[in-house]
């Protein structure tokens, strides 16, 4: 869902998406135009190297799930793929699982060290694991290819279920060559 021109107060206008999330209204914004590039959105949880997000259930939060990976990672050499790996992720999340149900949620989490970061996905569970559908280059249908993109670029992945089977956990690694001054988000918050 795109942003709009709302009015606000005093008949300013602004720009907003508010959605319906578990009968109340809850506002998305997109931080991309208000945040310094390296410092996290505000409702963001952030401990040491670690930052978490929880996003509602919806195909047009996933936007949203691509740019705060982007600004923790910025100005990384794999910035791009990891965006494109946690949009293939999050829209597995959304389709395959009940975090796509009314209500339903999942949650980003981005651990970043001097070249090497992890970003996690977690969902609401689906019966089914995650597996990579290894399709002929040829196929050209729309779908079944997201986890082949997260084997073929990312440097490790994998997948968790919850033991209770309320949940999942599907996590990629990416790897770079860190520069000299190269700063962890740790040393960025001192």
Do not use: C
């Not at 709009?4 to 506002?27: D, I, W």
């Not at 060290?113 to 597996?131: F, I, K, N, T, Y």
């Amino acid at each position: 869902m795109p942003d709009t021109p709302q009015a606000g107060a005093q008949g300013s206008v602004g720009l907003r998406n508010p959605l319906v999330v578990a009968g109340r209204n809850h506002l998305s914004t997109d931080p991309a135009n208000i945040m310094d590039e390296r410092q996290p959105p505000p409702d963001t949880e952030v401990r040491g190297p670690l930052a978490r997000r929880r996003f509602p259930g919806l195909a047009s939060q996933i936007q949203y799930a691509r740019r705060f990976v982007e600004r923790m990672l910025a100005p990384s050499p794999e910035t791009t793929t990891a965006t494109l790996l946690t949009s293939e992720v999050a829209t597995n999340a959304v389709r395959h699982s009940s975090s796509g149900m009314p209500g339903g949620k999942f949650e980003v989490t981005v651990d970043l060290a001097p070249g090497w970061a992890r970003v996690e996905v977690r969902d609401l569970g689906s019966p089914e694991q995650p597996r990579a559908q290894h399709r002929d280059p040829y196929d050209t249908s729309e779908h079944g290819r997201g986890l082949d993109l997260v084997e073929a670029l990312a440097a490790k992945w994998g997948s968790e279920s919850r033991p209770d089977g309320l949940g999942r956990l599907v996590w990629f690694e990416l790897v770079w060559e860190a520069q000299a001054g190269e700063e962890s988000p740790a040393q960025l918050a001192e």
